[in-house]
């Protein structure tokens, strides 16, 4: 049988580790530690932004032809794509949870007990400095504790009498609190970001967001949905001198093919149905589509050689006679998805491709960005109604076409670009999560600063039928100078005045500190 003086076994290993894990996330320094690193991060986070548009997979499909170069690789593999929702970013935030949830597990016990219970005066407490005497005859503990009731002090009553069946020797204490959820601001402050984290980390994991571009009139599904978006309109307002002042969408939204709701989006301002949120997120030119283009020609009667066969009608090579001068220019508007005569011309005019940066691919024409690098636009030529050609037209290259369209010399003019509306579509889960914190915080805030915890102690003795009161007041402050009216009321809080002048002193000031010492 082993001894009860046998050394008991420690600890396994992994107990003590997680002990040790739990003192370290449960340290206040670690936390703030985990708060500036998660701070540095969210900086760099915003930079990535707002200075490199282009990362990820966008990086890829941007720079393909430059994937080898060390910058694109860097922009292709390492910098994330969205850098609030990579993993670092959301271990950061877990492990800043776990560190406030060990903080506030900690502190939570004692906290709670000092903030709901009322318990009587610790050792020694009247002997203290601080304490405040004085004697009175008056019915002392029935009026203190009805004086504490009304200004919203909790009670805790507990007497005793040295010498059973008299009066002589009786104490009663009174122990005082008021207040004391204001103990509680800083824990419920912790649950509440508490609660903010773990919502950005369900957002982070678990919600989605998506970028739909519509033109005018166009509409766009919302993937995994019955959800679509028809756009209205789409309108930049700028202010008098030239500047964007504001961007804003006309839509409608469909839900199972039937409208249910439509709505002005702006930004800041936008329209939500079912957990969905559709943000007025940016604007673009649209790439493949244009408003309409002006088509340059010239007004004067080209000279004319016979075709055999038919000297009426002009010769046709395989490409225009674009940037020539002109005798007499005109411009002919062309806009989208209309054909139009051109003056001085049997032909009419139509516009069949646009690419706002042109470049010859595997499959012939391809969209290479989506910036205006290379503006082509492929023009369709129609006698009555056959086509008779196409060909490609070049803003940066108007001595050059390409294709089969008639020889009829023309220019680019300006080219009406339409708008396109960048409609985010995002889903946010950790919303309930991150309100909840909000009111938590706020709850907890309201609590730290808008109250005080206060707690009062007061022992009275019975002799000679009189009370000895000893009162203490721990942190409280004196009273304004100007609201004194004696000497000794200078060095006790304002509670501490009204109830020595409530118990009526008997014919003696009150002083403070251990018996026998005078204020």
């Known amino acids: 049988m082993p001894s009860p003086n046998a050394a008991q076994p420690g600890p396994g290993p992994l107990r003590r580790l997680l002990a040790d894990l739990y003192e370290l996330l449960g340290n206040t ?42 910058l694109v690789w860097l922009l292709v593999n390492v ?28 502190r939570w016990r004692r906290t709670w007990r000092l903030a709901l219970r009322i318990g009587p005066a610790p050792d020694a407490v009247f002997d203290g400095a601080e ?27 507990q007497e005793s009498i040295a010498a059973p069946g008299g009066s002589e020797g009786r104490e009663i204490q009174l122990a005082a609190s008021r207040f004391g959820l204001a103990r509680l601001g800083p824990v419920f402050t912790h649950m509440g970001f508490l609660l903010l984290v773990v919502g950005a980390i369900v957002m982070g994991i678990s919600g989605s ?45 469909r839900e199972g093919g039937r409208d249910v709701r439509s709505a002005r989006i702006e930004v800041n301002k936008p329209l939500r149905h079912r957990g969905y949120s559709f943000y007025q997120n940016s604007y673009r030119q649209n790439p493949t589509r244009l408003a309409a283009i002006d088509i340059v020609t010239d007004a004067a009667p080209a000279a004319a050689r016979a075709t055999p066969g038919d000297p ?143 707690r009062v102690w007061l022992r009275l003795r019975r002799r000679d039928d009189a009370w000895d009161v000893a009162l203490h007041h721990p942190g409280a402050l004196p009273p304004a100078p100007e609201r004194a009216t004696a000497g000794w009321e200078r060095e006790v809080s304002g509670l501490a005045a009204r109830l020595v002048r409530l118990l009526e002193p008997d014919g003696r000031p009150p002083v403070r500190g251990p018996e026998g010492r005078s204020a």
């Open 209 to 253: 967001s998506r970028m739909l571009w519509l033109r005018p009139g166009a509409t766009a599904g919302v993937p995994g949905t019955d959800l679509a978006l028809h756009l209205e309109d789409f309108r930049i307002e700028t202010t008098p001198s030239g500047r964007v002042s504001a961007y804003v969408s006309t839509a409608t939204l």
């Open 312 to 454: 009426a009608r002009p010769a046709v090579g395989p490409h225009g006679r674009a940037g020539q001068a002109f005798e007499t220019p005109v411009t002919t508007r062309v806009p989208w998805g209309e054909r139009v005569a051109l003056p001085n011309s049997p032909f009419a005019v139509e516009i069949d491709t646009f690419l706002i940066d042109f470049v010859v691919g595997e499959r012939g024409p391809e969209l290479a960005s989506l910036e205006p690098r290379n503006p082509a636009v492929l023009l369709g030529f129609y006698e009555g109604e056959r086509l008779v050609g196409r060909s490609w037209y070049f803003v940066h290259h108007p001595g050059m076409a390409v294709g089969t369209a008639p020889e009829v010399p023309l220019l680019l003019g300006h080219l009406q670009a339409e708008m396109m509306a960048g409609i985010e579509v995002a889903t946010h889960p950790g919303s309930a999560w991150i309100w909840a914190g909000f009111i938590v915080m706020s709850l907890g805030t309201l609590l730290a600063f808008a109250l005080r915890h206060e």
């Open 131 to 157: 304490t405040v005497r004085w004697r009175t005859r008056s019915d002392a503990p029935d009026l203190a504790a009805g004086y504490l009731r009304r200004r919203l002090f909790r009670l805790h009553r």
């Open 29 to 70: 320094g670690f936390a703030i530690a985990i708060l500036i690193v998660l701070a540095a991060a969210s900086i760099a986070g915003i930079v990535l932004v707002d200075q490199i548009p282009v990362r990820g997979e966008a990086a890829r499909a941007a720079y393909a032809e430059r994937l080898h170069e060390p």
């Open 79 to 106: 910098v994330p794509d969205r850098p609030f929702r990579c993993p670092g970013y959301q271990a950061l935030l877990a492990l800043l949870s776990l560190s406030l949830l060990a903080c506030t597990i900690k």
